[in-house]
C-alpha cells in the first residue's frame, strides 16, 4: 500500500514516522520550507513512547506529484484544506481512498465534493504533539491513536488494506464502523472545551476556581443537543466524561484554538465553533453560549486582520 502523508508536522510527521519505522510504504507532501529542514535535521520524533529519526525521509513537492497513491492522509488544519485539495488532485487516482484525521464534519462535505464521497472515510486522531523551532516533534502525552472508517459503517477491502498497513507500527489504529457518530462525539467535546477556554481565556482549573464551570456545562449541553439534532446524540458515558474534563479542579487543560490565539495565530473556529452553530436545528439563539463563544473568537479574527493590515 502507497501511502501519501500530507505535510510532515506534528500530526502527519508523527505517524508517518512511525509507519516508517516498520517499512511501510510512506511519502510526505511537504512545502520546499520544510523539505529544506528535513534535508537538514532528518525527520526526528520525541515521545515516551520511543523516539524516532529518520535521517532523510521519502518526501516530494506538489508540483512533482506523478504517481497516485493508495490512501492519501490529511491532517491539515481546516483553512488550509482549500490549498490542500488542490495539491493532493494529482495523487487522487480512481481506487484512491481519502482518509483526514480533521475534526469537525465540514471538512468530509468538502472532500466529497471535490473527489466524489466514494472516494472519502472518516477519521480522527488522538494525539497531543507540537513542532519545536527546529522542526522536532515533540509528543506530549501518552496517546497516540487513530480511528478510522468508511463513512456508511460498511467493512470493505481497502479497510482491510489499511488495518494490515497500520498493523504493528508503535500508535494505536482502531477501525470503526460507526465513525460519523464517533466524529460527532469527538465534535461535541472540542467544541465545548474551545467555547469555554477561548471565551474566558483560561486553563479549565482556572475557570473551575473561580466558579464559572457553568459556562462549560452550558456548553456541552448545548453542543450535545446540536449533535442530537443531526441524529447523532452523544452517548451518556461521552458527556459525563464531558463534564469531568471540563470541570476538573486544578485542570492545565485548554483547547489548542486558545493556545492559537495567544499565539496571534489563525484560528479554526469557523470550522468547530461556526460550522457547529450552522447545523442548528431551530431558530437561532445568538445570545447562547456557543454562539457568543464563536462571535469572541471571530471577534479576535477581525482584530488580527486589521491589525496585520495596519502592519502590511
Known amino acids: 500500500m502507497r501511502i501519501l502523508i500530507v ?24 512545502r520546499p520550507r520544510r523539505a529544506a529542514q528535513l534535508a537538514k535535521t532528518g ?8 523516539d524516532v529519526h529518520i535521517p532523510s525521509p521519502p518526501i516530494v513537492l506538489a508540483e512533482n506529484i506523478k504517481t497516485h497513491y493508495d490512501v492519501i492522509l490529511v491532517g491539515c488544519k481546516s483553512y488550509d484544506l482549500a490549498d490542500t485539495m488542490e495539491s493532493i488532485a494529482p495523487a ?37 504533539a507540537t513542532l519545536d523551532d ?17 463513512l456508511d459503517g460498511a467493512e470493505s477491502a481497502r479497510m482491510a488494506a489499511i488495518n494490515a498497513a497500520f498493523a504493528g507500527a508503535n500508535f494505536d489504529p482502531r477501525a470503526s464502523n460507526v465513525i460519523v457518530h464517533e466524529l460527532w462525539e469527538k465534535w461535541v467535546l472540542i ?27 452550558a456548553l456541552i449541553e448545548e ?50 465553533l461556526g460550522d ?14 456557543l454562539a457568543i463563544a464563536y462571535a469572541h ?3 479576535y479574527e477581525a482584530r488580527r486582520t486589521r491589525e496585520a493590515a495596519i502592519v502590511g
Open 7 to 30: 505535510g510532515a508536522g506534528a500530526l502527519g510527521g508523527y505517524f508517518g514516522a512511525r509507519l516508517l519505522q516498520v517499512n511501510r510504504d510512506v511519502t510526505f507532501l511537504v
Open 43 to 50: 525527520l526526528v520524533v520525541k515521545s515516551r513512547h520511543g
Open 92 to 128: 487522487v487516482g480512481p481506487d484512491t481512498a481519502i482518509l483526514p484525521i480533521i475534526n469537525g464534519m465540514k471538512h468530509i462535505d468538502s472532500l466529497s465534493e471535490r473527489f466524489g464521497a466514494q472516494r472519502v472515510l472518516g477519521g480522527l486522531a488522538f494525539i497531543s
Open 134 to 150: 527546529e522542526g522536532i516533534i515533540l509528543h506530549l502525552n501518552e496517546h497516540h491513536g487513530i480511528v478510522y472508517g468508511e
Open 191 to 217: 467544541a465545548s472545551l474551545a467555547g469555554a477556554t477561548c471565551l474566558m481565556r483560561a486553563q479549565v482549573g482556572d475557570i473551575e476556581k473561580v466558579g464559572a464551570s457553568g459556562l462549560a456545562l
Open 223 to 272: 453542543c450535545s443537543a446540536i449533535s442530537a439534532g443531526q441524529n447523532h446524540p452523544p452517548g451518556a458515558a461521552i458527556i459525563e466524561r464531558a463534564r469531568g474534563l471540563l470541570t476538573a479542579p486544578g485542570s492545565t487543560l485548554v483547547a489548542s484554538m486558545l493556545k492559537d490565539m495567544e499565539r496571534g495565530s489563525r484560528t479554526e473556529g469557523d470550522h468547530i
Open 276 to 289: 457547529l452553530l450552522a447545523r442548528r436545528v431551530g431558530l437561532a439563539d445568538e445570545r447562547s453560549p
Open 297 to 299: 473568537v471571530r471577534a
